[in-house]
């Protein structure tokens, strides 16, 4: 197994990533619809997929390929999640945009510069029941592998298996931000829908760098 | 779903193009599709008056572009907030040297959305301010005020900080009569019917034949309490009741009246409730000294009613009557 892939090679890990997307629109705004307006899915789906239209044709790699999704997010999408995964992704792409090969150290750095950047637009916290529920607990688990010497595979997976119970997690919590916040108590019992897109491009992403690790192409 | 609609994904650009085409005498584009402006704007020596906000809420928010109101307006999807760029846009459109105070509604997205564009702005030396509007009383409990989300009061704030701008007020005058009048101000909705985002084609929510949800929010959010509908009477009781003591509105007070219709419910059941409304507070000897009824800050296809009073100092009394000519609010 590699411990690295090539920056050039990673425009099917955002291709990839669209895909999630567009195949759980109606899931999101499903679950959006019982605490905010129902519309997370839609926004969520016209971003990702303008960024597909851009990309589809080109030879980009994995930064410049975050660049655009970025790009397409926060400068014409708006709503919330057009400023966190805009700034998510651009921080992410910054990371990397003069590295040829991508290891898990930069993995651990493009995540946290993209929860830097949410942290600079809001002041929710972990327990808020927002997408940093899923987020932080990915990151820090992500780390806690590699600082044990873990591999990049292997900290994808507790990556993703945290990121899960991260979205999980919200299941139970009382919204203290964003539209669902003025539910309290009723808003337990119902996902988080920033949380649950969250995992859904952490976990795409982590399987297409497995995938790209596992890969026998790249040598 | 029954809409007037061309292709649901198109909506916002569509009834763009409509109300630029019906409004010309005060409306005029600018190069960012999602900003409109008033065609005077910007105005010499005159604070500029920004806001924006996710469509669905027709006449709000482009409705309150004009004289001795807003100066331009960043729109957004359908109950989304504008991004950064359509903020920054409309900022530049209404900057006449004096600064910008962008004054909206206190939304998650719109916060981020608008720290994201003043800092761009602020990178091309435009100083901006904001007051951000957050006087639904449901959206959060008294004690975490700062949370509530801003309703049909967001006018009140654009009407007199509009005036005060057109007066002369310098930017920091404007910024503190817009939080003046946030300060003083509280709304409560009710709603009858949920709405239908096009894009997503059905209800996000039901409320049940025969029931009413006290505490609506603005984009189809459930209410907090769901209760029998009652006779209009009642209503005004129950709205009241929930907004009085939270200022507290007191005995000799004087108030603004702003009651909205949330879309579907029609402007004659809002002034069968405003007579209610207005019979309650003289009961409590709470002076109306203004009111506005009518379809202000809607939901789409929403039933119900927003109501918004706001008490009233010198100052304040002085702003509300300067004249205002918007689509949304005409005053002479």
Redesign the interface.
Known sequence: MKESFKNERGKIIVENMVKIIQDNKNHLSEIDAQLGDGDHGINMNKGFSICYDRIKDKQLGFSESLEVLGNVLLNEIGGSMGPLYGVFFLEMAEVIKSKEVIDKFDFSKMLHKALEGIKELTDAKIGDKTLLDTLIPSIEAFDRTINNNGSFVEALNDLIESAEKGKDSTRDLISKYGRGNRLGEASKNILDAGAVSCYLILKSMSGSIKNLLESSSYL | MKKIINNP?NVVNDQVEGFIKCHQEIIEKTTNPRVLKYNKSPVSGKVGIVTGG?SGHLPAFIGYIGENMVDAVAI???????????FLDAIIASESGKGVACLFGN???DK??V??AIKMARAKGIEVRTVVANDDV???PKEKKE?R?GGGGEILMWKIAGAKSSEGGILDEVIDVAQKTVDNMRSIGVGLFPCT?P??GKP??EIEEGKMEI?I?H????G?EIMDLKPSKVIANIMLDKILPDLPFIEGNEVVVMLSGLGATPVEELYILYSNIYNELKDKKIVVYKSYVGNFYTSLDMGGAFLTLLKLDEELKRLVDVNAYSVGLKQF
């Not at chain 2, 957004?76 to 359509?86: H, L």
């Not at chain 2, 984009?219 to 459930?222: L, N, T």
């Open positions: 994904d996710g957004g999807e359908i109950f989304s907030s504008p991004t950064p760029q359509a939304y998650a997205g981020m959305n720290k994201l449901s959206s959060a949370r989300r985002i894009a997503f996000n929510f505490g929010g984009h189809g959010e459930k907090l």
